[in-house]
């Protein structure tokens, strides 16, 4: 069948993407699932910063390669063997389709699932290669198995997770990413507990997660920092107690803390923000790392007597350390009841077209944005 996608061809190396244009909509022959694979129908695509690490070449994805990772839909058709989802099915997609049956899938952290990744890091899908093809007959990749900037997308059914038909699409299509990265982070990764302090570094969709899923599990204080004023002014809204600019931070938190925070997540992708997370907790304090730097960045700059003379530690969270099929819907649970209005970040919606996606990335590109969303198929205004 045929499909609009989003496809990248090359690394943009100038901005504005707006003047540069550097992903274009092109028709694109989708492939009928296959055993294990399902046909969805996207209702809504959530751009996110890692869309824009592939564009910037900050995340080196085999291109040609048809993006979009964090997204909501309807099931259309299920290939053989399918037993997860049904057709009618509301389903979020998510980017880690894990196999089940790997060692870290068996301990409980599919995130990291071994086959996921070498499905992801090949351009093809978790049950074979991939599905599409350009008008020229070339190989179009996935971008880690969804590629959901587009009408239709194939993709593993372990890629999707049933979800309520009454929660909006535009709400459902933040939480495969940005809540399963963010509020995992806190409440899967570190898990936090009622009455600790907690300082955010960064207020992009998965740092104002996170900060929901501070303020979700009773943390006190909840820290927000960002160097734009209205991402703090977001921040305070979702649930932070303060907010700071970068260089107001630090003393600010070792003054609310009485000498640092318990935890502090790093949630921009910068090794310098790492080290600043470092000294904004006390002793014994713990800093996770939840952005995606650039592959060639290094971490510097960090005392080594942080670790085993003040007990400080560093932990990596890939996805949250989530388990999709539990964790997205009891955040739709924490959304329902208020403490995760992840609709507020919502910036605005486009529609799925060259201009308007190039648009997308610009504003992602120079901070305005937090979240934007693709009607990718007219569902949203249907």
Same mark, same amino acid.
Request: charged share 15%; proline share 6%; glycine share 12%.
């Given at each position: 069948?045929?499909?609009?996608?989003?496809?990248?061809?090359?690394?943009?190396?100038?901005?504005? +993407?707006?003047?540069? &244009?550097?992903?274009?909509?092109?028709?694109?022959?989708?492939?009928?699932?296959?055993?294990?694979? #399902?046909?969805?129908?996207?209702?809504?695509?959530?751009?996110?910063?890692?869309?824009?690490?592939?564009?910037?070449?900050?995340?080196?994805?085999?291109?040609?390669?048809?993006?979009?990772?964090?997204?909501?839909? #309807?099931?259309?058709?299920?290939?053989?063997?399918?037993?997860?989802?049904?057709?009618?099915?509301?389903?979020?997609?998510?980017?880690?389709?894990?196999?089940?049956?790997?060692?870290? &899938?068996?301990?409980?952290?599919?995130?990291?699932?071994?086959?996921?990744?070498?499905?992801?890091?090949?351009?093809?899908?978790?049950?074979?290669?991939?599905?599409?093809?350009?008008?020229?007959?070339?190989?179009?990749?996935?971008?880690?198995?969804?590629?959901?900037?587009?009408? +239709?997308?194939?993709?593993?059914?372990?890629?999707?997770?049933?979800?309520?038909?009454?929660?909006?699409?535009?709400?459902?299509?933040?939480?495969?990413?940005?809540?399963?990265?963010?509020?995992?982070?806190?409440?899967?990764?570190?898990?936090?507990?009622?009455?600790?302090?907690?300082?955010? +570094?960064?207020?992009?969709?998965?740092?104002?997660?996170?900060?929901?899923?501070?303020?979700?599990?009773?943390?006190?204080?909840? $820290?927000?920092?960002?160097?734009?004023?209205?991402?703090?002014?977001?921040?305070?809204?979702?649930?932070?107690?303060?907010?700071?600019?970068? @260089?107001?931070?630090?003393?600010?938190?070792?003054?609310?803390?009485?000498?640092?925070?318990?935890?502090?997540?790093?949630?921009?992708?910068?090794?310098?923000?790492?080290?600043? &997370?470092?000294?904004?907790?006390?002793?014994?304090?713990?800093? $996770?790392?939840?952005?995606?730097?650039?592959?060639?960045?290094?971490?510097?700059?960090?005392?080594?007597?942080?670790?085993?003379?003040?007990?400080?530690?560093?932990?990596?969270? +890939?996805?949250?350390?989530?388990?999709?099929?539990?964790?997205?819907?009891?955040?739709? @649970?924490?959304?329902?009841?208020?403490?995760?209005?992840?609709?507020?970040?919502?910036?605005?919606?486009?529609?799925?077209?060259?201009?308007? $996606?190039?648009?997308?990335?610009?504003?992602?590109?120079?901070?305005?944005?937090?979240?934007?969303?693709?009607?990718?198929?007219?569902?949203?205004?249907?």
């Amino acid at each position: 069948m045929k499909t609009a996608a989003v496809v990248l061809r090359a690394v943009a190396t100038e901005r504005p +993407y707006t003047t540069t &244009c550097p992903v274009q909509v092109e028709e694109l022959e989708l492939g009928a699932p296959r055993e294990g694979e #399902v046909l969805v129908r996207i209702a809504a695509a959530s751009l996110c910063h890692s869309d824009l690490s592939v564009v910037n070449g900050d995340r080196v994805r085999p291109l040609p390669m048809a993006l979009g990772h964090e997204a909501v839909g #309807v099931v259309e058709e299920t290939g053989p063997g399918v037993a997860r989802v049904a057709a009618g099915d509301h389903v979020a997609l998510v980017f880690v389709p894990s196999c089940g049956f790997c060692e870290r &899938c068996a301990e409980g952290r599919p995130a990291l699932c071994a086959a996921a990744a070498a499905a992801n890091g090949s351009g093809g899908l978790l049950h074979g290669p991939a599905l599409l093809r350009d008008a020229a007959g070339a190989t179009v990749n996935h971008q880690l198995g969804v590629s959901a900037f587009a009408q +239709y997308a194939v993709v593993a059914q372990e890629s999707l997770v049933p979800i309520p038909h009454d929660v909006p699409f535009t709400v459902a299509s933040m939480f495969g990413c940005a809540v399963l990265t963010g509020a995992g982070a806190v409440l899967n990764t570190a898990g936090v507990r009622a009455g600790q302090s907690a300082v955010v +570094y960064g207020l992009g969709g998965v740092g104002l997660s996170a900060v929901m899923g501070a303020r979700a599990a009773g943390a006190w204080p909840v $820290v927000a920092v960002d160097p734009v004023a209205a991402k703090r002014e977001l921040a305070l809204r979702l649930g932070a107690h303060h907010a700071y600019a970068p @260089d107001e931070a630090e003393a600010a938190v070792a003054d609310l803390t009485g000498g640092g925070a318990e935890y502090a997540f790093e949630a921009v992708g910068s090794p310098g923000v790492t080290a600043a &997370c470092l000294r904004a907790v006390g002793r014994g304090g713990k800093v $996770v790392s939840v952005g995606l730097p650039a592959p060639d960045r290094t971490l510097d700059a960090v005392p080594a007597l942080a670790f085993a003379g003040e007990g400080k530690s560093l932990l990596g969270s +890939y996805m949250g350390d989530a388990v999709p099929r539990r964790d997205i819907p009891r955040f739709l @649970d924490l959304w329902r009841a208020g403490l995760m209005p992840v609709e507020q970040m919502h910036t605005g919606t486009l529609r799925l077209t060259t201009p308007d $996606v190039n648009a997308a990335l610009e504003a992602l590109a120079d901070g305005t944005a937090i979240r934007q969303v693709l009607d990718t198929s007219g569902l949203l205004t249907a």
